[in-house]
């Protein structure tokens, strides 16, 4: 495989890089289950582990996610523009991975759109929303490896500690972390003293 040209060098490959490797489960791929989740792990992902990755050195502060403190935590739109585009390109999917928090569903009314809203507001409808989980489709799995066999080994496995620390903890879990640890994150926080309780 030729990675000579190849550089980890765009904010989308941290979301690339993100899905493919292993958590918990040890296998790649691991599906990262929420917005609201994906948006967290990308920020821990700024604040506590691209120190810890030389390879990703080419991704300066002018190209990296940019966060600001919003109702839930750090937030940046970004992120979901960065999830539709690798949507498009066939490299990411979302599915439907499970009933929506309140966290995931104030976050996600920011940027679905308008029939989506009415249904989810509407009485009318019974069927609730649910929360999307996102993995690499399998053309996203080939060219996010093309990407992982640039990290060291060393990168690689600090990669998949973070994403087993951070990916299967309770959402109320993760948000109540990222308050404690990065509490200007939290300033417009609509649920910071309930996440204490």
């Known amino acids: 495989m030729n990675t000579a040209s190849l550089k980890i060098d765009n904010r989308k490959d941290v979301l690339l890089l993100l899905l493919l490797s292993p958590g918990r489960s040890e296998t790649k791929n691991e599906t990262i289950s929420g917005r609201t989740r994906f948006m967290k792990l990308v920020y821990l992902f700024y604040k506590e582990l691209i120190s810890k990755l030389p390879s990703f050195e080419d991704i300066g502060t002018n190209s990296q996610h940019e966060f600001k403190p919003y109702h839930f935590g750090p937030f940046s739109k970004d992120i979901f523009d960065d999830i539709q585009f690798l949507e498009n390109a066939d490299l990411v999917k979302e599915e439907?991975?499970?009933?929506?928090?309140?966290?995931e569903l104030a976050?996600?009314?920011?940027?679905?759109?308008?029939?989506?809203?009415?249904?989810i507001e509407t009485e009318e409808?019974?069927?609730?929303?649910v929360e999307p989980a996102f993995r690499l489709s399998e053309s996203?799995?080939?060219?996010?490896?093309?990407?992982?066999?640039?990290?060291?080994?060393?990168e690689r496995s600090a990669l998949q500690q973070f994403k087993a620390r951070y990916n299967n903890l309770p959402?109320?879990?993760l948000l109540r972390y990222v308050y404690a640890a990065y509490p200007e994150s939290a300033v417009e926080s609509r649920i910071r003293d309930l996440a204490w309780k």
Do not use: H
Not at 107 to 118: A, I
């Open 140 to 154: 996203g799995v080939t060219f996010a490896e093309r990407l992982y066999v640039l990290l060291k080994p060393q």
């Open 107 to 119: 976050e996600s009314r920011l940027f679905l759109d308008e029939v989506l809203l009415e249904r």
């Open 96 to 103: 439907a991975g499970g009933d929506l928090s309140m966290a």
């Open 171 to 173: 959402l109320s879990t």
């Open 125 to 129: 409808s019974n069927e609730p929303y």
